[in-house]
């Protein structure tokens, strides 16, 4: 079945009274609850799988205007949430699985069973993390490896273990490792990071972290767990195992846009496409913000910013008549 069919049996409560829904709890999701709550819009706010989005599964934000000596992003999320909630946003528990996008008001339907009209609708569904795509790496998803660091790093206490990536996720996770593994081998495929330079240098810097550098994992190993990872050097094709008790996948992320892939204008990758400068979409009323729309900066305080500029398209879209 379509995710966007609307099952016909659904009846719908109405949005008389709340003029905008928002897909997605994220920094985007809230600060667009926030603005448009203040803009008596009285929104209501679908948390989706994830409350509060990729943040809650990170650990110290240091790079947040505001938080002069850091936040944990849990907290941060917390207090978007109550700020948002303060103004009179509605936020529920429960994921977007259908959507009627053919004509306004808008029809959406939540958890296959409740269904709900708006004029206006905010996306801020984010993204998600990326795997190699390995057999074995899914094979022991949760019994050795892992895409959060933050959420699993705890049960791996004095073992030596192996992350990939070289993007900044894959260097704040290699160091938060560093508080349980005995040692941790970060591996890249090329020979320098992308990350931030002081995140770079922090890496560097960790007498516990060792750069595998120019070098691809081709298997994870492991019968009932992880026991080790396969790599090849790129250079030389030369393959070796190397024994670790856990594998952490640090390799970017996908937009969780499927849902709208039917109606919204997405690149290539699935980004949602809006036009330059604003954050509306294709379908007039429909209006995407943070990571499910940008591929580029992906801050917490970027996503933030687009869920203002989003509530305002919302707000100025409905004053208008349109
Ligand atoms: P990035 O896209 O920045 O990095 C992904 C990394 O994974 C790259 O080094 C890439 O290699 C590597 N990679 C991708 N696919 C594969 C593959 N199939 N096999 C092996 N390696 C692979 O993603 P991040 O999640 O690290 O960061 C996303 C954004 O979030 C960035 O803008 C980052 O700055 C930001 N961020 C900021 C933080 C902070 O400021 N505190 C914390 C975390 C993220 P290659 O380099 O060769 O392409």
Same mark, same amino acid.
């Given at each position: 079945?379509?995710?966007?069919?609307?099952?016909?049996?659904?009846?719908?409560?109405?949005?008389?009274?709340?003029?905008?829904?928002?897909?997605?709890?994220?920094?985007?999701?809230?600060?667009?609850?926030?603005?448009?709550?203040?803009?008596?819009?009285?929104?209501?706010?679908?948390?989706?799988?994830?409350?509060?989005?990729?943040?809650?599964?990170?650990?110290?934000?240091?790079?947040?205007?505001?938080?002069?000596?850091?936040?944990?992003?849990?907290?941060?999320?917390?207090?978007?949430?109550?700020?948002?909630?303060?103004?009179?946003?509605?936020?529920?528990?429960?994921?977007?699985?259908?959507?009627?996008?053919?004509?306004?008001?808008?029809?959406?339907?939540?958890?296959?069973?409740?269904?709900?009209?708006?004029?206006?609708?905010?996306?801020?569904?984010?993204?998600?993390?990326?795997?190699?795509?390995? =057999?074995?790496?899914?094979?022991?998803? %949760?019994?050795? !490896?892992?895409?959060?660091? #933050?959420?699993?790093? /705890?049960? $791996? @206490?004095?073992?030596?273990?192996?992350?990939?990536?070289?993007?900044?996720?894959?260097?704040?996770?290699?160091?938060?490792?560093?508080?349980?593994?005995?040692?941790?081998?970060?591996?890249?495929?090329?020979?320098?990071?992308?990350?931030?330079?002081?995140?770079?240098?922090?890496?560097?810097?960790?007498?516990?972290?060792?750069?595998?550098?120019?070098?691809?994992?081709?298997?994870?190993?492991?019968?009932?767990?992880?026991?080790?990872?396969?790599?090849?050097?790129?250079?030389?094709?030369? =393959?070796?195992?190397?024994?670790?008790? %856990?594998?952490? !996948?640090?390799?970017?992320? #996908?937009?969780?846009? /499927?849902? $709208? @892939?039917?109606?919204?204008?997405?690149?290539?990758?699935?980004?949602?496409?809006?036009?330059?400068?604003?954050?509306?979409?294709?379908?007039?009323?429909?209006?995407?913000?943070?990571?499910?729309?940008?591929?580029?900066?992906?801050?917490?305080?970027?996503?933030?910013?687009?869920?203002?500029?989003?509530?305002?398209?919302?707000?100025?879209?409905?004053?208008?008549?349109?």
């Amino acid at each position: 079945m379509s995710p966007t069919f609307v099952p016909p049996e659904i009846s719908y409560e109405s949005a008389e009274n709340h003029r905008v829904v928002i897909i997605g709890s994220g920094p985007a999701g809230y600060t667009a609850a926030l603005y448009a709550a203040r803009a008596n819009l009285s929104p209501i706010v679908y948390e989706g799988l994830e409350p509060g989005g990729q943040l809650t599964t990170t650990t110290d934000v240091e790079n947040y205007p505001g938080y002069v000596g850091g936040v944990l992003g849990p907290d941060m999320m917390e207090d978007f949430k109550a700020q948002a909630v303060r103004f009179g946003a509605q936020v529920r528990y429960g994921s977007v699985t259908h959507l009627d996008l053919s004509e306004r008001p808008f029809r959406v339907v939540i958890d296959n069973e409740t269904g709900l009209v708006s004029d206006t609708l905010i996306v801020a569904t984010g993204a998600s993390a990326r795997y190699l795509g390995l =057999e074995n790496e899914k094979r022991l998803l %949760g019994r050795g !490896v892992s895409a959060c660091a #933050t959420c699993d790093g /705890a049960f $791996f @206490r004095n073992m030596e273990l192996a992350i990939v990536g070289g993007g900044d996720t894959a260097m704040e996770e290699s160091l938060f490792l560093t508080r349980f593994a005995s040692k941790v081998w970060l591996i890249h495929r090329r020979d320098q990071l992308r990350a931030s330079q002081i995140m770079q240098q922090r890496v560097k810097d960790h007498p516990k972290i060792e750069i595998i550098w120019n070098t691809i994992v081709t298997d994870v190993l492991g019968v009932d767990e992880v026991t080790g990872v396969r790599l090849r050097d790129v250079n030389s094709q030369s =393959e070796r195992d190397l024994p670790v008790g %856990g594998f952490f !996948v640090a390799i970017g992320h #996908t937009p969780n846009t /499927a849902l $709208f @892939r039917s109606w919204l204008d997405m690149d290539g990758q699935g980004y949602i496409k809006t036009l330059p400068g604003s954050t509306r979409t294709n379908i007039p009323g429909v209006f995407a913000c943070g990571d499910a729309q940008d591929h580029v900066y992906r801050q917490a305080v970027t996503a933030a910013g687009t869920g203002c500029m989003a509530a305002i398209d919302a707000e100025r879209f409905l004053a208008s008549g349109s």
